[in-house]
């Protein structure tokens, strides 16, 4: 706008001062400032409704609501793209664990079939089997009386318990022990 500086208003005051005389400056200088509070007063008057013809408040509103809209569809997006990335993450962490807990469950299952078809538990079997044949074939003629039926059973139920007990299996034919009698 208008670019005066101190130096400007002096001159412009010692001229009012000259022409105006001692007596009547202060009186021009209470008009000239009711002039121009009422050219504020207008300005100001005109702008507050001019602004209220175009809406400026509700303009400011609006664009604000519209900035937090934005703002709040970026957080938005961002949330949305972290629940995304976190679900792919948490699937495929489940599958892995899935995958692992099938591998361990077959290699368990596999290791219990081979404890199940144990020869050792067959070997047994067969020798049991053989020791009441030989029972059997001892006494023909004679039938068991109850108490032997009830040993034998107590024998039977006992055995596979002994042999869970029992070391592994060692090689008979290696060379006796120093200690005992030859």
Avoid: Y
């Avoid at 020869?119 to 032997?148: F, G, I, Y």
């Avoid at 024998?155 to 120093?178: F, Y």
């Amino acid at each position: 706008m208008f670019d005066i500086g101190f130096s400007e208003l002096l001159v412009i005051g010692v001229i009012a001062l000259v022409v105006m005389g001692p007596e009547r400056l202060p009186e021009t200088v209470r008009t000239i400032s009711l002039w121009i509070g009422r050219m504020k007063q207008k300005l100001s008057s005109a702008r507050q409704e001019l602004e209220n013809e175009v809406g400026m408040d509700e303009i400011r509103r609006q664009l604000q609501n519209e900035k937090i809209m934005r703002d709040l569809d970026a957080v938005k997006e961002d949330i949305e793209t972290t629940i995304i990335d976190t679900q792919a993450a948490l699937d495929k962490e489940i599958s892995d664990a899935k995958i692992t807990l099938d591998n361990e469950l077959s290699d368990a299952r596999a290791e219990l079939d081979e404890d199940l078809e144990d020869p050792l538990d067959d070997q047994v079997d067969s020798e049991l089997d053989k020791e009441l044949n030989k029972e059997l074939d001892k006494e023909p003629s004679e039938k068991l009386d109850e108490e032997t039926s009830e040993e034998l059973e107590r024998e039977l139920e006992r055995e596979p318990e002994r042999e869970l007990d029992k070391e592994p299996a060692q090689d008979h034919t290696a060379k006796p022990n120093k200690e005992t009698p030859q």
